[in-house]
């Protein structure tokens, strides 16, 4: 069975870093791109950034200004993000999501892990 | 940047009935078009990915149409495990980026 599971989240205050992990397990990790998105208190779904099987093609949402950080750790099955400079509005729920099949650059985002919610609050 | 935007905001059905969805694109997008579904407290669920094709165990219920900028989730026989919301998103190469629109809540009525 596929799994993703998501840890890491919690209370920052402003300003703060926060990493985020994704265990995956039930599937060759190597083979597949993988994502995040995440999803503020009630509102809809915000895609934050995908990284390439080999870690050779990486992308990110322009809000994001290059304060996150995406990366894969492929002999540990994980898949990161470095969350830098946090902002209130960076509240949110963050899934992080595997293509829909393997090696096929970047595809649709199937399956999703239950996701881990990151507070930033003073 | 391409904006999706989706209508109506929320659908009030009952179960039994035929739900539209729609999903129009600020530009031509060709068939680079997914729907998901999302219940309350639960990730969402690829239902429909390259425009018309249903994903790994999605019931033939669900159907997607459309091409370019005008896409349509059908729900052929809306059944209890139905109500949800609802997003598209659409995927551009060049520069690379994923757009997720602002989602349809299908309620019952």
């Known amino acids: 069975e596929v799994q993703l599971v998501e840890s890491g989240g919690g209370l920052v205050k402003p300003g703060g870093s926060l990493r985020l992990s994704c265990a995956a397990s039930?599937?060759?990790?190597?083979?597949?791109?993988m994502n995040w998105v995440r999803q503020a208190p009630g509102k809809g779904l915000e895609w934050v950034s995908s990284i390439s099987t080999r870690s050779s093609y990486i992308y990110y949402a322009d809000s994001l200004k290059g304060r996150f950080t995406i990366s894969r750790d492929n002999a540990k099955n994980s898949l990161y993000l470095q969350m830098n400079s946090l902002r209130v509005e960076d509240t949110a729920v963050y899934y992080c999501?595997?293509?829909?099949?393997?090696?096929?650059?970047?595809?649709?985002?199937?399956?999703w892990g239950q996701g881990t919610l990151v507070t930033v609050s003073s | 940047e391409i904006v999706l935007t989706q209508s109506p905001a929320t659908l009030s059905l009952s179960p039994g009935e035929r739900a539209t969805l729609s999903c129009r694109a600020s530009?031509?997008?060709?068939?680079?078009l997914a729907w998901y579904q999302q219940k309350p407290g639960q990730a969402p669920r690829l239902l429909i990915f390259?425009?018309?094709n249903r994903a790994t165990g999605i019931p033939a219920r669900f159907s997607g149409s459309g091409s370019g900028t005008d896409f349509t989730l059908t729900i052929s026989s809306l059944e209890p495990e139905d109500f949800a919301v609802y997003y598209c998103q659409q995927r551009t190469n060049w520069p690379f980026v994923f757009t997720f629109g602002p989602g349809t809540k299908v309620d019952i009525k």
């Open positions: 530009q031509s997008v060709s068939t680079s």
């Open positions: 390259d425009a018309s």
């Open positions: 039930g599937f060759t990790f190597s083979s597949y791109t």
């Open positions: 999501a595997r293509d829909r099949i393997a090696a096929a650059g970047f595809e649709w985002f199937d399956p």
